[in-house]
């Protein structure tokens, strides 16, 4: 079958770093993102990656090891709004995109 | 540009009732996706369009019929709703089924059966 890992909830705090593991188990693999889901709101898109290596995109960074079926997402400079739910995504073979359940990252001041 | 909508935003039901909800989209885009989140759960695909005038089954179609008669338009239905499909459900698209595609989601709509 297929499934992807997060840990359920996190918590850190204001100005701290953060680090968001994802392992997965696909039928193929054609890429991974990452969507931020805040609390009743929609998910949206925060980065893609295809190849090994890290992504750097402001205070946002990805990072993926298809090898080891693992990527992880880095928050730098924790803010309050950040505070939100993190999902990891990967399309597999069919070109379907497979969703974890997410983790709830809660900023404390 | 208003993106992806979804009407209506909250909805109760009755056990046996039926109902469609409609999702939007104002970017042209070709490919577009009824989803549904559960608590614990990462989103799984209801049905998906490629295009206009085409449907697909996804993940958990069990319970649902979707229709694309206009690309701009996705409606998903539920002929006899039951306590089970009271869920979130939301509708996102994207240019294209390329694997580096991003998705745009819409609001959701939050929907409870009885």
């Known amino acids: 079958g297929q499934n992807i890992d997060q840990p359920t909830e996190m918590t850190a705090t204001e100005g701290a770093i953060v680090q968001i593991n994802c392992t997965y188990q696909t039928s193929g693999f054609n890429g991974l993102f990452w969507y931020q889901q805040h609390a009743g709101e929609a998910p949206t898109f925060l980065s893609y990656?295809?190849l090994d290596g890290l992504e750097e995109k402001g205070r946002f960074s990805s990072f993926l090891s298809r090898s080891k079926g693992y990527s992880y997402l880095l928050l730098k400079e924790l803010q309050m709004k950040d505070s939100a739910s993190y999902l990891c995504a990967v399309t597999d073979s069919n070109y379907q995109l497979i969703w974890g359940a997410g983790t709830k990252l809660i900023i404390k001041p | 540009n208003a993106g992806v909508t979804q009407t209506p935003k909250f909805r109760v039901l009755k056990t046996g009732q039926s109902m469609t909800l409609l999702c939007a989209q104002d970017?042209?885009?070709?490919?577009m996706y009824w989803y549904r989140q559960d608590p614990g759960m990462g989103l799984r695909l209801i049905h998906y369009?490629?295009?206009?005038?085409?449907?697909a089954k996804g993940e958990v179609p069990d319970g649902y019929n979707v229709s694309r008669l206009k690309k701009q338009n996705f409606l998903l239905g539920l002929e006899s709703a039951a306590p089970s499909q009271t869920s979130v459900y939301f509708c996102?698209?994207?240019?294209?089924?390329?694997?580096?595609?991003?998705?745009?989601f819409g609001p959701g709509t939050r929907l409870t059966v009885l």
């Open positions: 996102a698209s994207s240019p294209s089924g390329d694997s580096y595609n991003e998705q745009f």
């Open positions: 970017m042209n885009h070709e490919y």
């Open positions: 990656n295809v």
């Open positions: 369009s490629v295009g206009e005038g085409t449907t």
